[in-house]
């Protein structure tokens, strides 16, 4: 049986209020009236807090769960839910519960007519083979569901118990929950979404709502919306995503933090067995505002006045997901090409007032109109270019989708950000499985900046949206290329993306053969080697050109 804590309410202090040595002293007379003093009131204890014991976790035939109040008084009750009930009918708790199937426990405390939040912590049942079996060096999330697979047209609710390892160690599927409860999945991506391997999107649920559950998994900032995306048919090494979002954070461009993961899947309420296990994820930051994640300012409908109405904004160039409109600005009056229109993330197309909708085009319009110019300013509103979008920003983050060979960098998945009274800034990268020497053909060269040498069906890096344009103003170029050679020679030398790439590699090595038992594809290692190979060679060819060439740009490749 898993080991229990209970912890037991705090007694209830008595107060003396006359006799004895402590009594107190009768008030000295003033020569005035004055009222006879009340004595203190007994102080009203607060509603404690339930504790569950063990909090969640896996468990083989049965677990006993304990419930206990702890920081104040009060009665407890519980019920016994699947993930997709918000709210069950609670009962008195007048002994341990026995769990036999996968279950949320739900636990609150009563006092009078008040109630305590509650708390749902998921207990999920594990075969006897797989429990003995299996155990894992990466963090291991193990989802449950009465109902079958998630899919792309729904939300799938479903119970969640995550396990990290020690530093340095192993989990097994019955070790302390580190994280559990209810969340849900949906399948997510765009040409990916057809894939067998899903990519989701993880939301984890408070105990009887659909809100968001506010946690810090496997040690990343708390947050309640999380992607678990999959490396799969493009990215037979797995580490393509974590590489590139290392290499923005190394260069001081914040990007989606990450975590290998091994997950199981359990449908239909059976018990978790060898057949639920799905692979190496990667859990990842999803792409949105937060303090932790893109620092901006939360901007509300009613924000149509300057200051407020100058942000935040987060959009993207990108593919419209159905019934979204998104909106256009910032093309120089036709000039400068995006392929794709502007697609709102926060606010929310639908929470976007026009007043709001119409700032930010006006600010777009200003950088498109500016480039147009000789002296790079912006006719209706007397600003350069520079002084309404961040140079820097945009220089780091072509500069990373370069390193890796982006065949879709900047017209998909291609975010952008204003704070309020700030500057239009780019970012962060996001997907990048078709990169660096992927099984995407347009990748495999290490040379050529892009591959419009071969196919028109990627990025030409040089010619799209607003690059083209900074790229006249020779201060733009020096600086592009003097950050550029600066970065090879420091932060992304051939030895630090190296040993960057073997990092990564070595902290999934024993889940990559598990993957590859489900998935397929080709040996994880030698994948990687590969990958080694590649990303030495585009160094070498990149450096050489910034050393050859008055502008790079025109470097050929090999």
């Known amino acids: 049986m898993i080991p229990l804590l209970l912890l037991a309410c705090a007694p209830t202090s008595s107060i003396s209020l006359g006799g004895g040595d402590s009594a107190a002293p009768p008030p000295q007379d003033t020569g005035e009236d004055s009222a006879e003093p009340l004595p203190d009131p007994d102080p009203v204890e607060e509603i404690g807090r339930p504790v569950m014991a063990p909090a969640g976790g896996g468990f083989v035939d049965s677990v006993t769960v304990e419930l206990a109040v702890e920081g104040g008084v009060g009665d407890l009750e519980y019920c016994l839910a699947q993930p997709d009930e918000n709210g069950c009918t609670y009962q008195a708790y007048t002994a341990p519960l026995s769990v036999g199937s996968s279950t949320i426990v739900h636990a609150r405390v009563v006092k009078s007519e008040e109630l305590s939040a509650p708390i749902a912590h998921s207990f999920v049942s594990i075969t006897s083979g797989l429990a003995a079996g299996f155990s894992s060096n990466l963090p291991v999330l193990l989802f449950w569901t009465d109902g079958g697979e998630p899919d792309s047209t729904s939300d799938q609710a479903l119970g969640l118990t995550m396990l990290t390892p020690p530093e340095g160690g192993t989990v097994s599927l019955l070790d302390a929950a580190e994280s559990s409860g209810r969340s849900r999945l949906h399948v997510r991506g765009s040409s990916s979404a057809g894939f067998d391997k899903h990519a989701w999107d993880l939301e984890l649920w408070d105990a009887d709502t659909e809100e968001d559950r506010t946690e810090p998994l496997t040690g990343l900032p708390a947050d309640g919306d999380w992607v678990l995306y999959a490396p799969y048919y493009f990215d037979e090494a797995l580490i393509r995503n974590p590489l590139a979002y290392t290499i923005s ?7 989606p933090r990450t975590r290998m993961v091994e997950v199981f899947v359990a449908e239909r309420g059976q018990a978790l067995g060898n057949g639920a296990y799905v692979g190496v994820y990667v859990l990842t930051e999803e792409v949105e505002r937060g303090v932790d994640r893109v620092n901006i300012t939360e901007l509300l409908p009613e924000d149509v006045a300057a200051p407020e109405v100058t942000g935040g904004y987060l959009f993207k160039v990108d593919r419209l997901a159905d019934g979204e409109r998104g909106f256009s600005a910032g093309t120089g009056r036709g000039t400068w090409d ?39 300013i912006d006719p209706d509103s007397g600003r350069r270019y520079d002084e309404i979008l961040d140079v820097d920003s945009f220089i780091d983050h072509h500069i990373v989708n370069l390193v890796m060979k982006n065949p879709d960098a900047l017209r998909l998945s291609a975010y952008m950000f204003k704070e309020r009274e700030g500057l239009v800034q780019a970012g962060p990268v996001w997907d990048f499985d078709r990169a660096a020497d992927s099984l995407d053909s347009r ?64 902290g999934v090595d024993g889940a990559a053969a598990r993957n590859q038992a489900v998935w ?19 160094h070498e060819w990149m450096r050489a050109c910034i050393d050859a060439y008055e502008d790079p740009r025109r470097c050929p490749g090999r």
Not at 457 to 471: H, I, K
Not at 522 to 537: H, K, Q
């Open 338 to 376: 995006f392929q794709q229109t502007f697609a709102w993330v926060e606010p929310a197309e639908s929470d976007v007032a026009r007043v709001q909708e119409n700032y930010l085009a006006d600010e777009l319009d200003g950088i498109g109109n500016a480039l147009l110019e000789p002296d790079f």
């Open 249 to 255: 954070s190394r260069i001081g461009r914040y990007a």
């Open 520 to 538: 397929g594809g080709a040996d994880f290692r030698s994948e990687v080697e590969e990958l080694r190979g590649w990303m030495a060679e585009r």
């Open 443 to 506: 990748s495999f060269d290490p040379t050529w900046w892009d591959n419009q040498n071969e196919t028109g069906d990627c990025t030409d890096m040089w010619e799209f949206g607003w690059y083209p344009g900074m790229f006249e103003d020779p201060a733009f170029a020096d600086r592009y290329w003097t950050r550029f050679a600066a970065v090879l020679d420091g932060e992304l030398s051939a030895e630090n993306l190296d040993s960057l790439i073997v990092e990564l590699a070595d």
